[in-house]
Every structure is written in C-alpha cells, then in structure tokens.
C-alpha cells in the first residue's frame, strides 16, 4: 500500500474458513488457524454471529484458551464490542513489553458444518519504522538490548519463520 510518506503493509482481508463436510476426517480439536500472534501495530477484526472459532490465549498457557464472542453491534450496551481489537508484535516492541501482542488462534467450532467469515484489517507503520522502544517516562528501558529492527525487517522475519 502507498501512503503519503511511504510503504506499509496495512492490509484488509476477507477471510473463509470452509465448512467441514466429512466428519470421519474432523476432530474438535482440529485448528483452522495455529497460535500466533499479528505481525503488526493493530489488528481489527469483524465477525459474524453463530460462526465462532476465534480464541485467546490466556496466561501465555497452551492449554487455556478463551473463545472471543460475537457481540451484536445494536448493542453497545453488553459487555464487549462487535469489534475486536487485537494489538500486535509492534506494540509490544514500542513499549518494551509493557502491552503485549495476543496469542489467538481459530479452532474448528463444534458445529462445523458452517463456514466461518471473517473481515481482518491488520494496521502496520511504514515500513521503514524503527521498533525501539518509546521514550517514555511510562515505558522501562530495553534490558535485553534487543537489536534495532523495522517495521519491514520485522515482517520478514516474522513470515520466514511462518512459512520455513
Ligand atoms: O479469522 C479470524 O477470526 C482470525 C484470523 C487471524 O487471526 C489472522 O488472520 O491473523
Ligand atoms: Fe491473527
């Protein structure tokens, strides 16, 4: 994507998770998307009622995983919103690990007879943006003396590591 100043690789997804017709081959536990975390600053993300499967991570713990559920948006009232706002790796970078980026996952529902939609929109800087930490009297300083990297380099190491 150009922008005024310069690339980023900000992105709108739509994304389809088929539905699985052949029970003998599905299990519960099967896994429509494996834990990560985003590459990016933010992620936000639009889901459809009746199509669950997004999860949360909880205490950094393989086994203890939170559905995120559909919130009705003509209801602002309830808990939740019907967005859902993910933050990503380049937070956790720019506040020394203060906010840390989420790790989901999207399991196959037990319904699985359906398909699951979803419209992801992952924010990212430019590309040539520095990941140091913020100079903040809010954020401590990096103690692991974390090489400089940017927004770019991030990326591409990140999908190295997805896709070797
Ligand atoms: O489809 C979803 O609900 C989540 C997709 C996701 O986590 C991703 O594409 O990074
Ligand atoms: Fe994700």
């Known amino acids: ?29 099967d896994i ?18 009746g199509q669950q499967g997004l999860q949360l991570n909880v205490n950094q713990n393989d086994d203890d995983w939170a559905p995120v559920e559909f919130q009705p948006s003509d209801d602002i009232t309830k808990e939740g919103a019907p967005l859902v706002v993910n933050f990503g790796d380049l937070f956790q970078f720019w506040t020394n690990d203060i906010i840390k980026s989420t790790r989901h996952r999207v399991a196959v529902p037990e319904s699985r007879l359906k398909d699951r939609y979803s419209i992801v929109f992952f924010v990212h800087p430019e590309d040539d943006t520095s990941l140091e930490g913020w100079n903040s009297k809010y954020i401590p300083k990096d103690k692991n003396n974390k090489p400089k990297v940017t927004a770019y380099e991030h990326l591409l190491m990140r999908l190295e590591d997805t896709y070797k």
């Open 32 to 49: 429509r998307a494996g834990a990560h975390t985003d590459y990016g600053l933010l992620t936000i993300l639009f889901q459809q009622e």
């Open 1 to 29: 994507m150009e922008c005024l100043n310069g690339d980023t690789h900000t992105i709108l997804r739509f994304l389809r998770y088929p539905q699985i017709r052949d029970t003998e081959e599905a299990e519960n536990d």
